[in-house]
């Protein structure tokens, strides 16, 4: 079931963001790497801001995944207008459409907001998130470092 965050699910979010951060092969970051400043922009007062729009994935009454938008200084920003977004799937649960689902409830929320375009930005190496994003119609509109900036205008599809 892809529905919208509730409120006191705002803790989840730092297990997520923490599952969406990519780790190449072998290696794991400490859980406290949240705390960066540069990761804490994703989840600090989450839902006191317009684009500040999350969905869930519950299955069996667990929360297996989650995407979620604001407006931020991340890694994804390209203006004070465009939301950018995250998105993890528990292990378990990938291959299964989930992330999918949870872009497209997310896109199609953003556009009733009006807003006119969504970004992010995704390691290069992650072709399984790169190719997920193309699929669901982002285009790369930068690229810096080891990372590619992807946008996909809303209310195309
Ligand atoms: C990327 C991620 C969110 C995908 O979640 P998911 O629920 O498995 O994705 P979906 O089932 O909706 O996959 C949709 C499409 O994406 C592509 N894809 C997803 N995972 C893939 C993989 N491991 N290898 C190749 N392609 C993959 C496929 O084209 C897939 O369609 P298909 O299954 O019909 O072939 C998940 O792997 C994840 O949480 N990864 C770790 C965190 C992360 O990388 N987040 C993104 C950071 S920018």
Redesign the pocket.
Known sequence: MIRKMKSIERGELEKFLY????IPEGTSPPRTIINRPELKVYVEDFGTRAADVCFVAEVGGEIV?ACWSRIMNDYGHIDDETPSL??????N???????????KKLCTRLAEKNFKRVS????KE????V???R?LGFEIVDERGTELLMMKRLGDD
Do not use: H, T
Request: aromatic share 8%; no cysteine; net charge positive.
């Open positions: 599952e969406a951060i990519y995944g995250a998105l993890s799937v528990l292990k649960f990938r291959r299964r459409g989930i992330a999918s689902d949870l872009m992010l930005a995704v390691q992650n072709s399984a998130a190719r997920l994003y699929k």
